[in-house]
Nanobody, 124 residues
Framework: QVQLVESGGGLVQAGGSLRLSCAASGRTFSDYAMGWFRQAPGKKREFVAAISWSGGSTYYPDFVKGRFTISRDNAKNTVYLQMNSLKAEDTAVYYC?????????????????WGQGTQVTVSS
């Protein structure tokens, strides 16, 4: 069983930054790609970022490219999401996810474990 615990959410002004962390349990963390998703009220959960098992490659949808950066520390079983130039439309609950695959890509159809989520609110 894998447990994912997010932290680092909060309230920030537009243009500001936040760094989310996700701590994973289990010995297989470094075997799989990891990702972040988000869900705003009344909207479907959407993919935000992915990182390969080694951390050597990353993948982002266009709406966060250049603003968000995903990284991982396999020695600490932790994945991060650095969010810069935040906008009001980035307000959502952000979820950490483990994928069944190793490569960085849109992980929408590949998640087998989810975290409980952390709220990010961007005030305009």
């Amino acid at each position: 069983q894998v447990q994912l615990v997010e932290s680092g959410g909060g309230l920030v002004q537009a243009g500001g930054s936040l760094r989310l962390s996700c701590a994973a349990s289990g010995r297989t963390f470094s075997d799989y790609a990891m990702g972040w998703f988000r869900q705003a009220p009344g909207k479907k959960r959407e993919f935000v970022a992915a990182i390969s098992w080694s951390g050597g490659s990353t993948y982002y949808p266009d709406f966060v490219k250049g603003r968000f950066t995903i990284s991982r520390d396999n020695a600490k079983n932790t994945v991060y999401l650095q969010m810069n130039s935040l906008k009001a439309e980035d307000t959502a609950v952000y979820y950490c996810a483990r994928a069944k695959i190793r490569q960085a890509m849109d992980l929408t159809n590949w998640v087998d474990y989810w975290g409980q989520g952390t709220q990010v609110t961007v005030s305009s």
